[in-house]
């Protein structure tokens, strides 16, 4: 059974799973509009998670994704955390604050956690999606004897086929334009940088699992053509941030509608691992970093959250994780459920266009 006839998807698209930003009424607005809304955990715990998803249980009875972050156990380095910290305390000290004394693992990964397993095979979630990795076979046989559909997200052919043994149900193809943080499993490895037409196209021809083309795509007409590549749904991340439901805050917005939004850049300066934001006083830090070497993720997150909180008390904006993908500069501003709405009528003209005899086999009609 295909991903939109299991979960009664009326459009082929995924609020993407964006943490800090993506809340629980965000994915249910996105979900009561017939797309698959996400909500990501990577950054809380399982007393978080619980009311997250309970939250989202209350607004929606439609089917919804909850993300996990795997990646690698970060490992402390004083002598390189502290190196790090003297090269930032000039820039506290300009917003009268000192640097953290010492870095801490603010985020726990999924592999090492053990309660927000624990949860997630009690509330059972319909979808779980896993970004900068996968977790154990255990794990994920536990997940399925639940019958959770899962998802992971791959940055290369190498990637899909490890999601593929695996025997995860479907691969969330990244392309380099994604705003975020990028999933590929070894931050430290080269990275091809594909695009998503490359990388959608590729998975498609190479991999034998259903494909989600994720990155840059903003429009009606994204999607149509991330379709026409195999892809059997998008998800979109930075065209959601817009929306009022979101958790971004008055800044972000505004800087979204600013130049920063032509001018995405992919840093590690911020958390330690390579993701794309708009482009601001910390991303411009990257002239400046000379030979450095940023802390593991996510203990260079901590010193990027800390800085961020002294520059904006003193009502300077530029240190924020403002993530977004290289289609920022047409984001639009709306409730979620109007955009899903919109985007499915932008599909379905482009589509009619393209094949005016057509039937639009491929969307399925709405429950009554």
Known sequence: MSLLDRF??????????????????????????????????????????????????????????????????????????????????PLFADFGAAPPAALRTIYKSFA????????????????ISFHFGLPSSAVLSALRDRGIYLMATATSLEEARAIEAAGIDAVVAQGIEAGGHRGMFDPGAPDDALGTVALTRLLVR?????IIASGGIMDGAGIAAALDLGAVAVQLGTAFVACPESAADEAYRAALN?????????TSLISGRPARALANRFTALADQLGGRMQPDYPRAYDAGKALHAAAKARGEYGFGAQWAGQGAPLTRAMPAFELVQTLQAELERCRASQRPQATMAYLPARPA
């Open 112 to 127: 090492d956690d053990p309660d927000m397993l624990a949860l997630l095979l009690e509330l059972a979630p319909p979808v």
């Open 206 to 210: 190479r991999c034998e699992l259903p």
């Open 8 to 89: 009664q998807l009326t459009v082929p698209l995924i609020q993407a799973p964006m943490a800090g930003v993506s809340t629980p009424l965000l994915a249910a607005s996105a979900c009561e509009a017939g797309a698959l809304g996400s909500i990501a955990l990577g950054a809380t715990d399982a007393a978080g998670a619980r009311a997250m998803i309970e939250e989202l249980r209350s607004r929606t009875s439609r089917a919804f994704n909850v993300n996990l972050f795997v990646h690698g156990s970060p490992k402390a380095d004083p002598e390189r955390e502290a190196a790090w910290l003297e090269w930032l305390a």
């Open 258 to 266: 600013g130049p920063g939004a032509y001018h995405t850049t992919l």
